[in-house]
């Protein structure tokens, strides 16, 4: 099959593929999403296929307006209203309790929840008004490689699998959206995202925050966060600490194979680089660093021999929780610290 990548004046194109049942991956401001028509089953059992993804691991269902979310989803809270009058649409995937078989299996894992999301794309939510149907929309990548944030990332993972790329540039936010738990008596974040725990509390009073580590014998809420994430060939390692930096740098000069080193500009700039280190510059600040942080792995993946990545981290608040989860399941939890590794 020919992956094509249709313009923003081929949106009518793109949506007739939709409703044909192919597939047809789309931007929205996080990460670029894999779409199917979300009411047809053998559509939404090739994105399965086409990602390499656990069928066991629901879909969101992305949609332009609220009268479809009312159609599948058991009547909306106050508190739920609320949340949609805020964040949508933007980055808020929040979890409802679903009406009777309103929804098939392979599009909820045969939960009797399921996750919905209006993106803040207008791109995306025109290509969904017209196709007429809502789209599942898990991140458009191979599963377990870094999310999509460019149309390029997508035909990459999956050119030959997918009808086409609905392309608008780079991506805004670089991480997939929070995601919040409606169906529970609190509201509990099960993946943190572009909207904090904070703007959520503000909003709702009462949020239980996410939890980062699920214990073995525990089963985590949102499926997908059991599965391994955004792992590159390479080892990534977190190092937390600016000072560390110095400490890597003259570990990684004493190497005989290539490291890749990303951080922001400001640290670069004070850094005497050995030949054999890449570099790759994570912007000014956090939310620099969130937009480009999978660009920057899947760099090192493609362009690159390095078997060490040392990543900067960030504090672990705001947008910093969210580009922490990502950086943290990258890493398999390896931290540079004290001049050495340590499997936190
Ligand atoms: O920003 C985003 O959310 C992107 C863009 C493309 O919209 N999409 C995305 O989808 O990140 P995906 O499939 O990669 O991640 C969705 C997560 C998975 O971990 C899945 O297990 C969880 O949402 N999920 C889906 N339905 C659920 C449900 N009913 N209950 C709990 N978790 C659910
Ligand atoms: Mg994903």
């Known amino acids: 099959m020919e992956t094509k990548i249709y313009t923003l004046d081929q949106i009518d194109e793109a949506a007739a593929a939709l409703k044909k049942g192919q597939l047809v991956a789309f931007p929205t401001e996080t990460v670029y999403g894999l779409g199917a028509d979300a009411t047809n089953v053998e559509a939404v059992s090739h994105v399965y296929e086409a990602k390499g993804r656990p069928s066991d691991n629901p879909l969101i269902v992305t949609i332009a307006d609220v009268a479809t979310l009312e159609k599948f989803a058991q009547p909306l809270s106050d508190q739920v209203k ?41 791109a995306t939510l025109s290509l969904i008004r017209t196709a007429g149907v809502p789209i599942v929309g898990p991140s458009a990548n191979t599963s377990g490689k870094p999310s999509p944030t460019l149309a390029e990332h997508v035909y990459h993972d999956l050119k030959g699998k997918i009808a086409g790329i609905l392309d608008d540039g780079p991506t805004d936010v670089g991480v997939e959206s929070t995601i919040i738990d409606m169906s529970t008596d609190v509201p509990t974040i099960l993946r943190p995202g572009a909207v904090t725990e904070d703007q959520l509390a503000d909003v709702l009073g009462t949020v239980q925050g996410n939890k980062h580590k699920v214990g073995a014998n525990e089963t985590p809420k949102a499926p997908g966060m059991k599965y391994k994430h955004y792992a590159p ?59 480009l942080l999978f660009a920057g792995l899947r760099h090192f993946d493609l362009e690159t ?24 399941k990258s890493a398999g939890g390896v931290h540079f610290t004290n001049n050495k590794s340590v499997d936190k």
Do not use: C
């Not at 021999?305 to 943290?328: C, H, K, P, W």
């Open 82 to 122: 609320l949340l949609i009058k805020t964040f949508w649409p933007g980055s808020l995937t929040i979890i409802l309790p679903l009406k009777k078989d309103a929804l098939s299996k392979t599009v909820t894992g045969g939960l009797d929840t399921a996750a919905f999301r209006m993106p803040a794309n207008a």
């Open 305 to 328: 021999e390095v078997a060490t990545i040392f990543t900067q981290g960030f504090s672990n608040d705001g947008l910093g929780a969210a580009y922490m989860n990502r950086l943290n």
């Open 233 to 291: 060939d390479a080892q990534v390692e977190i190092v937390d600490h600016p000072s560390d930096f110095k400490a890597a740098v003259d570990w990684a000069g004493q190497q005989a194979t290539k490291v890749g080193l990303m951080a922001t500009d400001d640290i670069l700039a004070k850094l005497d680089v050995p030949a054999n280190v890449e570099t790759y510059s994570l912007g000014a600040d956090v939310a620099a660093a969130s937009h």
